[in-house]
């Protein structure tokens, strides 16, 4: 009976938070480094509904590639991170908020000779990242992270560009935010540190 009770009060909080708010997406570009590899620079895209634990956990989704990266004009492996993730944001209403993540998708590489087909080229992807996230008096985040990929490779048993550690930065727009610019310029006293 109380685990009922205790969950009712906590639905009828995040129903009345959720009020409150409204849904939010954020879409931007991400520049991704692998430690000691390749710059994969890409899009990322994220929402958080006004309904479900809002402006707290986030769906996304994310694409980079070093095709935009170490590879463009060069002859660097072109490959291709494809990537769904659920992320939570600690600290709302707080100009720096540290996050969480989980993700998993699809890497490809594309070695681009015919005489590297026997090597392999795509695998799964689960990674996890942690990181801050710098709320702007606008609708611009500007996010920093730190993953660790579960699933890597060594040429022999999956791809050999799959490296373990990366970092990223993501500086995103919400999308859904309609209000004025002029109106933002108060909102740094609104957030806390």
């Not at 009828?12 to 997406?25: D, T």
């Not at 809002?54 to 980079?64: E, K, T, V």
């Not at 989980?102 to 590489?109: D, E, I, P, R, V």
């Amino acid at each position: 009976m109380v685990k009922h009770t205790y969950f009712l009060v906590l639905l009828i909080m995040a129903v009345h938070s959720a009020n409150a708010q409204s849904s939010i997406l954020d879409a931007g570009f991400r520049l991704q480094q692998t430690v000691n590899l390749y710059n994969e620079n890409g899009i990322a895209l994220s929402y958080s509904n006004k309904n479900l634990l809002p402006d707290r956990l986030y769906f996304g989704f994310s694409y980079a590639t070093s095709r935009l990266g170490t590879a463009f004009s060069s002859n660097a492996i072109k490959q291709d991170n494809f990537l769904l993730s659920a992320a939570w944001y600690f600290r709302q209403y707080h100009v720096i908020r540290p996050f969480v993540r989980l993700n998993t998708g699809y890497f490809s590489a594309d070695y681009g000779e015919a005489i590297f087909n026997v090597l392999p080229r795509s695998s799964a992807l689960l990674s996890s990242d942690f990181g801050l996230c710098f709320q702007t008096g606008l609708p611009l985040k500007i996010s920093t992270s730190l993953g660790y990929n579960f699933i890597t490779g060594n040429g022999l048993s999956g791809p050999g560009t799959l490296f373990p550690v990366f970092y990223q930065l993501t500086l995103s727009w919400n999308i859904f935010d309609h209000t004025k610019l002029s109106h933002h310029r108060a909102l740094p006293q609104k957030l806390k540190l």
